[in-house]
């Protein structure tokens, strides 16, 4: 079985600072893939970044970075230079290679003030 | 390219009812998966189709249920509604399921049952 775990229900953040969002994850897949989704209260999902257990190297995508620690089993979301609209509800997510099921992590809910 | 669309967006049922949900993929895309959020329960995987077969299922009673058509179109069925269905209904799909392949989330069908 699969789980995530996030454990920051809520964070702050100053505009144009740095966030560190964490996820922790439990699989006993040998291939994996791990995922961060924004829900703003609108309620779509948005992708944001993908790490793939093999993937030498952390995923980036503008802003958004991971810290992929497999050892550790954490996949921590880095999110460079907030800004008003990066409030929202993020998401961690976990899939098997073989599958389209995500596991979710309960979020974490981020606000950025000015 | 459009994206992923469902309909209704919002839908308001009474106990005991039945709903069908509808969600259409990005074109091109073979693999459909819908989730259940709720505040209470978080997001929950309801099942996976892929070329018109239920791939996977999540933990849900019989009530749900869910078909893939050629087009890859796909709904989601409730019979015998309850109070606790009322949630927030994703629709996600992919191209080819499976590997690294990002999902791309509909907007979602919001379920209210009175």
């Known amino acids: 079985a699969q789980k995530i775990t996030q454990t920051q229900p809520g964070m702050f953040v100053q505009e144009k600072e740095a966030v560190t969002l964490d996820c922790t994850y439990d699989?006993?897949?040998?291939?994996?893939?791990l995922f961060w989704y924004k829900q703003p209260s609108s309620g779509e999902m948005i992708f944001l970044i993908y790490?793939?257990?093999?993937?030498?190297q952390n995923a980036t995508e503008g802003r958004y970075s991971l810290n992929f620690q497999k050892a550790r089993k954490s996949a921590n979301l880095v999110i460079s230079a907030s800004q008003l609209g990066d409030s929202a509800m993020y998401f961690c997510a976990i899939r098997s290679y073989n599958t389209d099921k995500l596991i979710f992590g309960t979020g974490t809910r981020l606000q950025v003030f000015p | 390219k459009a994206g992923v669309t469902q309909t209704p967006r919002y839908l308001i049922k009474t106990r005991g009812q039945q709903v069908t949900l509808s969600c259409s993929p990005i074109?091109?895309?073979?693999?459909v998966s819908w989730y259940q959020q709720t505040p209470g329960q978080g997001l929950q995987f309801l099942f996976e189709y892929f070329s018109e077969t239920q791939r996977n299922k999540g933990n849900f009673p019989g009530r749900f249920s869910g078909r893939q058509f050629s087009n890859s179109r796909s709904e989601m069925n409730v019979s015998t509604l309850e109070l606790g269905d009322s949630a927030l209904y994703l629709c996600a799909s992919s191209y080819t399921g499976g590997r690294n392949n990002e999902q791309f989330f509909g907007p979602g069908t919001r379920l209210t049952v009175l």
């Open positions: 699989t006993s897949d040998p291939s994996y893939g």
């Open positions: 790490q793939g257990s093999y993937d030498q």
């Open positions: 074109s091109g895309h073979r693999s």
